[in-house]
T-cell receptor, first 115, second 111 residues
């Protein structure tokens, strides 16, 4: 019954590998997001996606790519992982990005550790 | 400087009131939010306030907004140990639907 679920919860991998994090929401929301939270808890938007547009934070390396097979899913693919990619990645969703009062619902996070 | 700033830590005694402060830079902010993050979990929306309001109360939570100074605060009355968490301030401006978050304030409640 989890509203926004992401898997895996923990991901430990070697530098240079390619990995994916999956996210699914069962709230019927139109917009999904990926945020990166660093070791100092700073939460930074990476991507925002609905069926109309993908907004990419220009500071995100192109090794990161979102993939949305349908509006309930937004997966995050990461190529050639680097040490600096270690962080907690949060998926989130919201009802309608055009609504001024945009409330985000977050998943429980994926702790990525790159060795 | 950052768009949304908060102090990093706040320590209070159980039963006291906690006040967590936040400042932001975007004068076109429409909605301002407080999210709570418990250990090992995602953020959960606690409360929000529209920019034309000065105050909003919701049970033990009181949000105060000083739009002139671009200052937002969250007061938690009768703070309990279960309130220990990281509290994030976020703002959403009219120009973007994506909220910008502060770095979070770690609230520590001790007996």
């Amino acid at each position: 019954d989890t509203a926004v679920s992401q898997t895996p919860k923990y991901l430990v991998t070697q530098m240079g590998n390619d990995k994916s994090i999956k996210c699914e929401q069962n709230l019927g929301h139109d917009t999904m997001y990926w945020y990166k939270q660093d070791s100092k808890k700073f939460l930074k938007i990476m991507f925002s996606y609905n069926n109309k547009e993908l907004i990419i934070n220009e500071t995100v390396p192109n090794r990161f790519s979102p993939k949305s097979p349908d509006k309930a899913h937004l997966n995050l693919h990461i190529n050639s992982l680097e040490l600096g990619d270690s962080a907690v990645y949060f998926c989130a969703s919201s009802q309608d990005s055009t609504d001024d009062n945009e409330k985000l619902f977050f998943g429980s996070g994926t702790q990525l550790s790159v060795l | 400087g950052e768009d949304v700033e908060q102090s990093l830590f706040l320590s209070v005694r159980e039963g006291d009131s906690s006040v967590i402060n936040c400042t932001y830079t975007d004068s076109s902010s429409t909605y301002l939010y407080w999210y709570k993050q418990e250990p090992g979990a995602g953020l959960q929306l606690l409360t929000y306030i529209f920019s034309n309001m000065d105050m909003k109360q919701d049970q033990r939570l009181t949000v105060l907004l000083n739009k002139k100074d671009k200052h937002l605060s969250l007061r938690i009355a009768d703070t309990q140990t279960g309130d220990s968490a990281i509290y994030f301030c976020a703002e959403r401006s009219g120009g973007s639907y994506i909220p910008t978050f502060g770095r979070g304030t770690s609230l520590i409640v001790h007996p």
